[in-house]
């Protein structure tokens, strides 16, 4: 799934004076990658791809260093465009590092007698994993040293990270490259051993079978990097006699592994956009053969939850938005499932947290989230209040089956992240802890608003916008318009302090919730999907004209940003709406839509043709090529544009975007800046420390300053 980590949000406090300065750019001049013949023909259509040589870099062929030369060439050139604000990145890094509390804690949560939690220490740039028995005021116990453990490398991020039954071992993954290709380790935590267990080339998830000796894992393709089987470990075999216990056949399929919350059941996924199928286990014999629920049905998606004496199946069966089917433990074919809860077109449901007593359900009424707690006993139900006019919440770290008390986290562009528990009895409600954002902070001084645009069919889009008060709406202001748009991964309004280095300079900052998210519900989704994916693009449009006719900005301060799948959509808003825009930013962008989806040695390519389509399909092929921005490129003016990709991508490969400058700086006719910033040493995520992202923050940010003569 092409979702980057790096998503903008908005906030902070303290202001600080910001001044118009004009900006030369220095003389330099921009690479000019090299030609080469290449021809691609499918469905009688031939087009010529001059560029496709950069693929050449993994490949390790005649064309490897010509790719990395011309890379370094566009970070050279960059870094001389860019390098009168050098001392401005550097401000804004420590303006935005400033505002993080360096010594910080989480808010510990109860596992199987035990508060696990992570705190970080001041100038470091990772975490401590530990936790104490009992109570916090037992011993502390430091599970992982991830200060010491990424000590040296460029790259390092641990996942998964699983304390066995019994509380003695610890099974997690480590990536030192950033392709999401994780090693699995055991530690003992009686004396601090790393064991001789280690399994390559992983999800990086290991879960536990309740015997304290066996652990299953995903496995990838080392090429394509699919998940695609699944494997029993005992504790010191060598990974070459780990035994499969399940393999998948269809390579559109994502599969996994993991454990039910009342920690009875251990249960294997396999699923694309459109299908489901699970294969469960009793945890207590981990040597028997998996069992499968219910066998796969096309169109058809179900998730599993246990409850003591029977399973909860959320599915979209003959329910759009999804309903809550029950079944019992023995019977669990699609025949036994009798309605739980119904289904409701105006309702959303996005997650079942279960509970011995309890439920809760995370859905979205109306484009916002909602908690909703029922009484299994009693079926009484209600919803969790939430006042603000547009806010994030969602289902938090709860670990306990056998418990009352529900965490939840709640935000919105003016709120810092709040951790809450709650009482599904009593309703009582208690802050755990909010985000400190340091140097001062009163939301008071800024305006958050819900406001709807209407697309061109006549669809009502939701934005979400937040700004310092005094932003006077006469068009002259700066905003910075994001969205994704892609997978029906919803955008909430949430809060971030980085944006407070954007909004105290007179930038606003707003969400399009365009189609292909879920914000308004499944069909939010499906109506921005496939043969249907321009209304994503169209609907970002509109709402940056929306923005432009209310006011808020103009055509001459209105700046785009997304990354990754969101990057797609930078990329056709440049090549569709190229004049509405002053600049643009594409975060690792997947912008050569038909070349990577005809090449199934690509990571993610089969997986996503239910997201994109098959492009080995006719009808497929021209609709994307419709509207794939390497593909669209003409000869006319293009905003000012900064492109952004890591050299080890495993999610967008860095030639997509390579390829992609490559062409515009060929075809355009304008005199706008375009900039490519690659870096070398990471990929999709960016860096791995919690405050090195933010250099690049500092950059995309210094960029969007400078052409709005706002750099100090």
């Given at each position: ?273 459109v299908s489901t199928e699970l294969r469960l286990l009793a945890a207590d014999k981990p040597n028997e053969n998996f069992k499968i ?93 939430f006042e603000e006019v547009t806010y994030a919440a969602s289902i938090n770290q709860n670990a306990e089956f056998d418990s009352d ?80 748009g892609s997978y029906g991964h919803s955008l909430d309004a949430s809060f971030s302090s980085t944006n407070l280095s954007l909004l ?209």
């Open positions: 799934m092409r979702i980057p980590i790096l998503i903008f949000a908005a906030l902070t406090a303290c202001t600080i004076k910001s001044e118009k300065m004009p900006y030369n750019w220095p003389e330099s001049t921009a690479p000019i990658a090299d030609l080469k013949e290449h021809f691609r023909t499918i469905h009688q259509d031939t087009v010529t791809d001059p560029y496709y040589w950069m693929y050449d870099y993994f490949g390790k062929g005649p064309d490897s260093q010509k790719v990395v030369h011309y890379l370094e060439a566009e970070n050279a050139y960059l870094k001389t465009k860019m390098a009168r604000t050098e001392g401005f990145q550097t401000s804004l890094f420590k303006e935005m590092k400033g505002r993080i509390k360096e010594k910080d804690e989480s808010v510990p949560y109860l596992k199987n007698g035990y508060f696990y939690y992570t705190r970080t220490e001041d100038g470091q740039q990772y975490y401590k994993y530990c936790r104490r028995k009992g109570t916090m005021k037992g011993p502390e116990e430091v599970l992982l040293d991830v200060d010491v453990m990424a000590k040296g490398k460029d790259y390092f991020s641990v996942s998964g990270l699983e304390v066995s039954p019994d509380n003695k071992l610890i099974a997690f993954g480590v990536d030192e490259v950033s392709r999401r290709q994780y090693t699995i380790l055991v530690k003992n935590l009686e004396t601090g051993e790393i064991l001789s267990d280690r399994i390559e080339n992983t999800e990086g998830e290991p879960v536990w079978a309740n015997d304290n000796q066996t652990f299953f894992y995903t496995s990838k393709n080392p090429v394509t990097l699919l998940s695609e089987k699944i494997y029993r470990h005992k504790l010191g075999a060598k990974a070459a006699s780990d035994v499969l216990v399940y393999q998948e056949k269809d390579n559109s399929n994502y599969i996994g592994v993991y454990k039910s919350k009342n920690g009875k059941w251990i249960w294997i996924y396999s699923s694309a956009t629920f219910q066998p796969r049905i096309k169109d058809v998606l179900y998730e599993v939850m246990a409850l003591e004496d029977k399973f909860l199946i959320k599915t979209n069966l003959d329910a759009v938005n999804f309903k809550v089917m029950e079944c019992p433990i023995s019977k669990t074919s699609k025949k036994d499932w009798k309605n739980f809860i119904g289904h409701d077109p105006a309702i959303l449901i996005e997650e079942i947290d279960p509970y011995k007593n309890f439920i809760v359900i995370q859905q979205r009424k109306d484009g916002l989230p909602q908690l909703k707690v029922r009484d299994t006993k009693s079926g009484a139900e209600h919803l969790i209040p008390v529900f965490r939840f986290s709640y935000s919105s562009m003016i709120t810092p992240k709040s951790i809450y528990d709650y009482n599904l009895g009593t309703k009582e409600r208690t802050l755990k802890k909010q985000q400190e954002v340091l140097g001062g902070y009163d939301k008071s001084n800024y305006v958050t608003e819900r406001i709807f645009a209407t697309a061109r069919d006549g669809v009502k889009i939701p934005i979400s916008i937040v700004y310092k008060k005094g932003l006077k709406k006469d068009g002259q202001s700066p905003v910075l318009e994001y969205a994704y105290n300079r007179g930038f606003a900052f707003a969400i399009a919730h365009v189609r292909g998210g879920e914000e308004m519900g499944r069909q939010w989704y499906l109506d921005g999907k496939l043969m249907k994916k321009m209304n994503t693009f169209t609907d970002f449009i509109d709402c940056g004209k929306y923005l432009i006719d209310k006011s808020y900005t103009s055509a001459e301060h209105l700046y785009a940003n997304g990354g990754s799948a969101g990057g797609l959509l930078m990329g056709v808003v440049a090549n569709l709406a190229a004049s509405q825009y002053k600049g643009i930013i594409a975060d690792v962008p997947f912008v050569d839509v038909i070349n990577t989806m005809l090449d199934e040695s690509i990571p993610l390519t089969t997986n996503e043709y239910d997201e994109w389509g098959n492009p080995n399909e006719k009808a497929a092929y021209e609709y994307m090529k419709s509207y794939s921005p390497y593909e669209n490129i003409k000869a006319k003016a293009y905003p000012n544009m900064l492109v952004t990709t890591g050299l080890h991508d495993s999610q967008v490969q860095y030639f997509e975007p390579a390829k992609w400058v490559a062409k515009l700086r060929a075809t355009k006719t304008d005199d706008s800046i375009l900039l490519l910033k690659t870096n070398m040493d990471f990929g999709h995520g960016g860096a791995s420390g919690r405050f090195d992202y933010l250099k690049d923050v500092a950059l995309r940010y210094a960029f969007l300053l400078v052409l709005e003569e706002k750099i100090d």
